[in-house]
């Protein structure tokens, strides 16, 4: 089928006006046929790039989880900041900016897309652990975090912070998540307070 647009200007033109039907209109309310009008294309076209409304879910996912390893891989690089301002911006990183949480977020917790909420976040820690795992190693570097399986503590602090943030934490997960985030990684007591600053 003849499309003016590169596959890739296309998937993209379809996902963005599906984020922002989403958002408007809500995931269940929003209907193939709304984002093909809100694009301008036929129905064949739509079909050509994604099969049904959960696939661009899917892609929109993945956008979304690009973005974030983006932004978490600048604050990792960035020397100014410390070892441990690092590690909560990348968490903060992870965190949907208000538009995309409340359209994606509110679609991929629906119970019937059980298995896309769970990819989200297998996808997150896939991108997202590996940053991480750079500001620990230099915390070791530092002295700052005494372990041995660096990339078991990062995975377990992924694991932590998506699950245990998933929504409004409260001062109880909050406490608990500082308290055993500096067990798993060996740091002294109190000096990963500075994680109090994600709930400010």
Not at 82 to 96: H, K, L, T, Y
Request: proline share 2%; aromatic share 8%; net charge negative.
């Amino acid at each position: 089928m003849h499309d003016s647009k590169s596959t890739e200007e296309r998937q993209k033109e379809i996902i963005e006006a599906a984020k922002v039907l989403f958002y408007e209109k809500g995931y269940e309310q929003t209907s193939t046929v709304d984002i093909m009008r809100a694009v301008g294309i036929a129905k064949g076209t739509l079909y050509y790039h994604f099969a049904a409304k959960e696939e661009i879910l899917d892609a929109m996912i993945e956008s979304i989880t690009d973005s974030m390893a983006e932004r978490a891989n600048r604050v990792c690089q960035d020397e100014s900041l410390s070892v441990v301002e690092r590690m909560v911006m990348i968490i903060e990183a992870i965190s949907m900016d208000e538009k995309d949480s409340s359209a994606v977020m509110e679609a991929i917790h629906l119970p019937q897309n059980a298995l896309l909420h769970e990819k989200s976040y297998n996808l997150m820690i896939e991108k997202i652990s590996p940053i991480m795992l750079k500001a620990v190693e230099k915390g070791i570097d530092k002295k700052l975090f005494q372990t041995e399986y660096p990339k078991s503590a990062v995975d377990m602090a992924m694991r932590y912070s998506l699950k245990a943030f998933d929504g409004q934490a409260d001062e109880y997960i909050i406490k608990g998540f500082i308290y055993n985030l500096e067990r798993i990684l060996g740091a002294a007591h109190g000096s990963l307070d500075y994680f109090y600053k994600l709930f400010e």
